[in-house]
């Protein structure tokens, strides 16, 4: 990609021994244009395209990305890696599932991370919105208690719509997980698609009823283990209508798998769109099994997408495929859109830092491509300013 070229040229000059700009990350974009006549032409375009250049990230590590971690994690260090991420800029972090821990044990102290995040006051750059997975009946229940304990200690969605800046509240938003084929359907949540939608309803209207965002996943929209790539792009439209008919404030679709490409990803948006579904609405979450999620995400930011998924250190596993990469990075996922000129609002190093961390607190490499070379790039210049 022709727009990348600058980051390797610039490369040798951060590690120059005299340079008085040391780590700064240059990324070409349309202002990186030389002549001086078309570089007024790109300012005036990007002016206008600024607004649409915010990209949110929803950070899922804590969640979706330790889940499938087979060793006990501590509390202590689920809450310091909320506590770390809150720092980095990043405005939506799934934090937690209240799911029965019979079925998923590593998600057991949600509750412990709800109270915690109500109240103690996490400090954060920005107002942030904690996202809990609360599957069934039983879920909403527990987590609806915890909310009504400490009725006040979070900001509803109607005081943001508002624009209230509640001090340091944090918002919370409650969510569930659809899946797009029967399959796996029933083999994650033990019934049929339309029973789960129905169970849904529930969840939904719970989160409506305490003023909070309900988020609902569609998983598998663009590969199933049990049923391969053809999963009809219109049936997980029909599903993401249904949710949001029930109340849904955003539909994440899930390449839970990592088996989608860019052509796929394509033709799922475009019959999203065809089903009158507002880009707005819609949030991708890919994993990068095969190395596609940052292609994916760039035809997704080319129909219009503006808010993604992704886990710091690539967290998370595919139960599917051992030993596979699991959510794509959030790391690798700030560089690539940062290098497009979008906007995410993320420190970098602050994200690569809590990547290498949680890597090594749980044994396992860190996943981030990116995530390492900034970490190697800072030794560089840590070991080339000291000549
Ligand atoms: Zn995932």
Redesign the pocket.
């Known amino acids: 990609m022709a727009s990348l070229r600058p980051i390797t040229r610039l490369a040798p000059r951060r590690t120059h021994p005299y340079c008085a700009v040391h780590l700064r990350r240059h990324f070409a974009t349309a202002s990186d244009i030389r002549n001086p006549t078309a570089e007024a032409a790109a300012t005036q375009h990007q002016q206008q395209q600024r607004s649409d250049n915010k990209v949110k990230i929803v950070e ?1 590590g804590p969640r ?2 330790l889940q499938n971690e087979k060793k006990s994690i501590p509390l202590a260090t689920k809450i310091e890696l909320v506590e770390r991420l809150a720092k980095t800029g990043v405005s939506f972090i799934e934090a937690g599932s209240f799911v029965s821990p019979r079925w998923v044990p590593q998600m057991d102290n949600s509750s412990e991370i709800l109270e915690h995040i109500l109240t103690k006051m996490v400090s954060s750059p920005v107002p942030i919105t904690y996202s809990f997975l609360a599957p069934n009946a039983k879920g909403i229940d527990n987590a609806s208690a915890l909310l009504q304990k400490h009725t006040g200690a979070y900001i509803t969605q109607a005081e943001s719509f508002a624009g209230a800046i509640a001090g340091d509240k944090p918002a919370i938003e409650l969510a569930v997980f659809a899946a797009a084929t029967e399959s796996f359907s029933k083999k994650n949540l033990n019934c049929d698609i339309a029973t789960s939608l129905e169970k849904f309803k529930d969840v939904v209207q719970g989160a409506k009823k305490l003023g909070i965002r309900a988020r609902a996943y569609i ?1 598998v929209v663009l590969g199933c283990p049990f049923e391969g790539y053809d999963v009809d792009p219109h049936k997980v439209a029909e599903i993401a209508t249904s949710l949001l008919e029930m109340g849904a404030d955003e539909i994440s679709l ?1 390449d ?1 798998t990592g088996m989608g490409t860019a052509p796929r990803t394509q033709e799922l948006l475009k019959c999203m769109a065809a089903a009158g579904i507002r880009n707005e609405d819609i949030a991708m ?1 890919f ?1 990068d099994t095969y190395g596609q999620a940052l292609v994916n995400t760039a035809i997704s930011l080319e129909r219009g997408i503006r808010t993604f ?1 992704s ?1 710091v250190g690539g967290l ?1 596993g595919c139960p599917y495929s051992p030993g596979a990469t ?2 794509v990075a959030t790391e690798n996922m700030v560089y690539f859109l940062e290098s497009l000129g979008m906007e995410t609002g993320i420190d970098l190093d602050a994200m690569a830092d809590i990547g290498q961390w949680i890597s090594k607190e749980l044994g396992r490499p860190n996943d981030s491509a990116v995530g390492k070379a900034v970490l190697g790039a800072r030794k560089t210049e840590a070991s080339t300013s000291s000549l």
Do not use: E, L, P
Request: net charge negative; charged share 15%; aromatic share 0%.
């Open positions: 899922v979706d990305g998983s899930g839970t979450h994993h998924d886990a998370g699991g959510n």
